[in-house]
């Protein structure tokens, strides 16, 4: 044990801390800026939406207009593996670069989705604008591989906080939907500082996000354990079932439409049949009004799978958004349902509804119990994190990014490394 070489090694931390501080703090106030911008862009869109609702049957015409958009500025084959937040999770896994176009490419592209009425969520599109302009300054600073993704992942918090309202949430799922089972604890430092600025600086200029009521909470007991246990479950099941439709509907449009023209109208004309056919645009757009009815404990039973009908043909399609509000969507809607024959409190079944199918499509299990303490706080700490684990556990080796990562078993200590079912 040598005292001065402790000194000096502690002063070379602090300087490594230096760095990354001040990034977070440029990326977070940065991101955060965008973020408002898109925060307000996306709820314009929607309150215009809302306004002038025949917009909906634009929807096939504003899908060539994206469709259109990328084929000319993103030359790029529009794959599984290299559009969207897989991506990013491909980017960041392979050292690879995010090219700055995706920026205000996601930007515009999700507007456009939004104000016709595609069933797209936002997160989604804030994780890939956070990572187009991290490794954009990564690229610009010279940064070696290991830095490069720390800052991509510093992006992506400030994005997600910035769009979302929870920090701690984002900061963890960052580092934590790249490998499932090993995080990036070098990044702990910046992705939590970048989002707790970048919220912040949307706190600042008037963002005001969802909240959340959480009362009549069970005590724990074997009773209501095992009512959240089997809430867990059908969660689990629900994840697989969310990934599968996805997938298939997706794999099935390519198919039979190549031509991404072609395919994203034909998507959008079905979205506006189907909005004309339910009588009403509760499942158009985020969703937020419904999301926020089911976690007051009101919810029709066949909301979730309406919405996952709406949210597969359009994401299928090529309307662009992400998948995340979505799945929050179905959560919610369902747990809110499961509650009345599980015993539960229908709030209460929607709150862990929607972070048990969060975690299911995405394996991020710290993350969504982080996510339930934020949005309806500790009094349900407990069912939080049992929903969670069974959800994680039970929901298998699926997942909403092909791209991303299994390291370690979800049943055994052992090391499996392999890609998630998409």
């Keep these: 044990m040598n005292l001065w070489e402790d000194i000096k090694s502690f002063f070379g931390h602090f300087r490594v801390y230096l760095k990354w501080l001040v990034l977070a703090l440029l990326l977070g106030v940065v991101l955060g800026l965008v973020g408002v911008g898109f925060y307000y862009t996306l709820f314009y869109a ?3 939406r809302e306004q002038y609702p025949w917009l909906i049957w634009l929807l096939p015409v504003a899908g060539l207009v994206i469709a259109a958009l990328y084929y000319f500025f993103d030359k790029k084959p529009q794959t599984e593996e290299n559009k969207g937040t897989n991506m990013v999770l491909a980017a960041v896994n392979g050292g690879e670069e995010i090219p700055f176009r995706m920026t205000p490419l996601i930007f515009v592209s999700s507007a456009i989705s939004h104000v016709f009425g595609a069933s797209v969520g936002r997160e989604g599109a804030a994780l890939q604008m956070g990572a187009s302009l991290g490794s954009t300054l990564s690229r610009l600073l010279k940064f070696n591989e290991n830095d490069h993704k720390v800052l991509i992942m510093t992006g992506m918090s400030a994005a997600f906080a910035a769009i979302f309202g929870s920090p701690l949430t984002a900061a963890v799922f960052s580092m934590e939907v790249i490998s499932v089972g090993v995080m990036y604890y070098a990044a702990l430092v910046p992705c939590t500082v970048s989002a707790l600025t970048a919220l912040y600086i949307a706190k600042l200029l008037g963002v005001q996000y969802a909240q959340y009521h959480f009362d009549l909470v069970p005590s724990f007991g074997p009773l209501s354990a095992g009512k959240v246990m089997l809430l867990g479950i059908l969660c689990a099941v629900l994840s697989i079932v969310i990934c599968y439709t996805l997938i298939i509907t997706e ?3 390519q198919h039979v439409f190549e031509n991404p023209f072609i395919k994203i109208f034909v998507a959008g004309t079905v979205v506006a049949l189907l909005t004309l056919l339910v009588g009403n645009q509760d499942y158009n757009g985020l ?18 799978l309406l919405k ?3 949210t597969a043909v359009s994401l299928a399609g090529g309307y662009r958004g992400g998948e995340i509000v979505p799945s929050l969507f179905i959560g919610a809607t369902f747990g809110c349902f499961a509650a009345g024959f599980l015993g539960l409190p229908p709030a209460v079944g929607a709150a862990l509804g929607m972070i048990a199918v969060f975690c299911g499509v995405t394996n991020s299990p710290i993350a969504s119990f982080i996510m339930g303490l934020e949005l309806f706080g500790g009094q349900g700490m ?3 994190g049992l929903v969670v684990a069974v959800s994680y556990m039970l929901s298998g080796y699926y997942g909403l990014y092909k791209s991303q990562l299994i390291i370690y078993s979800k049943y055994r200590s052992v090391y499996v490394h392999r890609k998630a079912h998409r």
């Excluded at 969703?287 to 979730?304: E, N, R, S």
């Design 382 to 384: 407990w069912m939080f």
């Design 287 to 304: 969703g937020t009004a419904v999301i926020l009815q089911a976690a007051a404990g009101h919810a029709v039973w066949y909301a979730f």
């Design 308 to 310: 996952l009908v709406f």
């Design 46 to 48: 929607g309150e215009l």
């Design 251 to 253: 794999r099935g449009m």
